[in-house]
């Protein structure tokens, strides 16, 4: 059976259409994923993703600890600041993508961990702990609500009693919101759609009144509640893998574009390092690319991608774009492929269809004036 | 909900109208979510009762389409190139697929509404 976050009712009362993900019986859509897309790039939507994991790790190796188990350099974060960092196994292959985050106490981080991957993550980080560290799985007490696009500050900025403006990207504030009464919520510059926006982090108990306080307060600003099908195609518009489908532990940071997380030089040496340093000298094995098709047609996950009647690819994510209006993806290839830039084709179904290589990623915010 | 009185339906949720139009139920296109493109028959191509005649993709998922009864293609749906949206938002009227002549149906099952209404019920 799958497990239920503390919003479940609520999604159910607005009439949410349920699926099962990584465990979790979540809100595919409330009204259609056209329409919650559309929210979120013109005015703004409400997620639930109390299915994420969260981790707090602690004490006086919790910092040398992290810098062994990720690739991104945790040694920068001052307090009150996140990074986007992967987890590799010896081997250099990705256990998940997670954002580390610094707390206001020094030694204190916070970890975000993908649902699906939370059990073996969490052995994973037990099992390679270094001395005077604590951990702790808080995902069972923790609500996640994300608010996103451009009309998001503006819904939040009456609730609470700190100038958001201020709020820098990657940065997070703890913060009482308006109507949540005796909560303090953890309010951070981040999400997963490629609009400005925040996500918020509040005790189980009180994600329900947070919710609701959202809702109504956004309902002027024309704020949606947003299912896991609007997240992915806003995730995949602006260019955000996800892991299972775009990453697995098969696959290296370099080759997927996230080279940039790495930071061998970081005065730790993360796990897999050896093995990274030699995928950064002679190149990856294959490159991710990404596809803009020329009609409608979706290349999806698993389907074969070629270059002049030749294999060339494998897709990773494939969906309809609503904000390009044609189908878009991403996609493995060879290097000398991607350096090619030459026009590909995605077999759907038995017919070829024409996919141009464009950079990653699909769609960029507009700048804020 | 539209006077259904005319239309007959399959078990995979396609109909046909008394006029031999086809198209996908109210059922199917809620369950498919937002159809972003349509791969439908050329006019001319001859369809037996049951047989594929196409795929309806939406943001989730692409699916087949079959044939309710059989017949002779006259005519498709041309405004859901630019316009698939049109079966999520009028799947027995502006939304529907195909046209049919010769109608054939030999093999064909179909359902009277009341029959289709338990198909989809419990779901």
Redesign the interface.
């Given at each position: 059976m799958a497990l239920r976050t503390p919003l479940y009712d609520r999604h159910v009362a607005l009439g949410a259409?349920m699926v099962e993900f990584g465990g979790w019986d979540m809100p595919?859509?409330y009204s259609?994923?056209?329409d919650e897309h559309t929210a979120v790039r013109e005015r703004a939507g409400l997620f639930d993703v109390s299915h994420m994991g969260r981790v707090t790790v602690a004490g006086e190796g919790a910092l040398e600890s992290l810098q062994r188990l990720v690739s991104n350099d945790v040694g920068r974060l001052q307090p009150r600041q996140s990074l986007y960092t992967v987890m590799c196994n010896d081997g250099g292959g990705i256990i998940d993508d997670l954002i580390v985050g610094a707390a206001a106490s020094a030694g204190v981080y916070h970890v975000v961990v993908n649902a699906a991957t939370r059990e073996k993550d969490v052995a994973w980080m037990r099992a390679h702990l270094g001395s005077g560290t604590s951990f702790d799985d808080v995902s069972a007490e923790t609500g996640l609500i994300a608010l996103q696009g451009p009309r998001a500050i503006d819904i939040l900025q009456p609730l609470v009693d700190a100038d958001l403006s201020a709020l820098r990207a990657f940065t997070m504030a703890e913060l009482r919101v308006s109507g949540v009464p005796s909560r303090v919520c953890e309010v951070s510059r981040t999400g997963y759609t490629g609009e400005d926006g925040f996500e918020l982090y509040v005790d189980a108990g009180a994600v329900g009144t947070l919710w609701d306080v959202l809702l109504e307060a956004g309902a002027a600003e024309g704020l949606r509640p947003c299912g896991l099908?609007a997240r992915d195609?806003l995730r995949l518009e602006a260019g955000l893998r996800l892991y299972g489908q775009d990453m697995d532990e098969s696959v290296d940071p370099y080759s997927c574009g996230l080279g940039w997380t790495v930071k061998l030089d970081k005065g730790v040496a993360c796990i897999g390092a050896e093995v990274l340093r030699g995928i950064k000298e002679t190149g990856p094995p294959r490159r991710m690319v990404g596809l803009r098709m020329s009609?409608?047609?979706?290349a999806?996950h698993g389907m074969s991608v070629f270059r002049e009647g030749e294999p060339a690819g494998e897709v990773t994510s494939g969906?309809?774009s609503f904000t390009l209006g044609c189908?878009i993806a991403t996609a493995y290839v060879a290097p000398e492929v991607a350096a090619s830039r030459q026009p590909l084709s995605v077999d759907i179904?038995g017919s070829m269809a024409r996919a141009e290589q464009v950079p990653l990623p699909f769609y960029k915010r507009p700048p804020t004036a | 909900m539209p006077d259904l009185s005319g239309y007959r339906f399959t078990a995979s949720h396609e109909w046909v109208d008394g006029g031999s139009r086809v198209g996908i139920t109210d059922y199917a296109q809620a369950q498919l979510g937002d159809v972003i493109f349509l791969e439908l028959p050329e006019v001319g191509r001859s369809l037996s009762a049951g047989e594929r005649f196409g795929v309806i993709e939406s943001v989730k998922a692409a699916s087949d389409l079959y044939s309710p009864v059989g017949g002779r293609v006259v005519a498709v749906n041309t405004a859901l190139v630019d316009s698939p949206e049109k079966v999520n938002a009028d799947p027995y009227g502006d939304g529907w697929l195909l046209r049919l002549e010769d109608v054939d149906e030999t093999g064909a099952e179909l359902l009277d509404v009341d029959a289709y209404a338990k198909v989809t019920e419990g779901h």
């Open positions: 259409r595919l859509q259609s994923i056209r099908g195609t009609g409608r047609d979706v999806r969906t309809y189908g179904r | -």
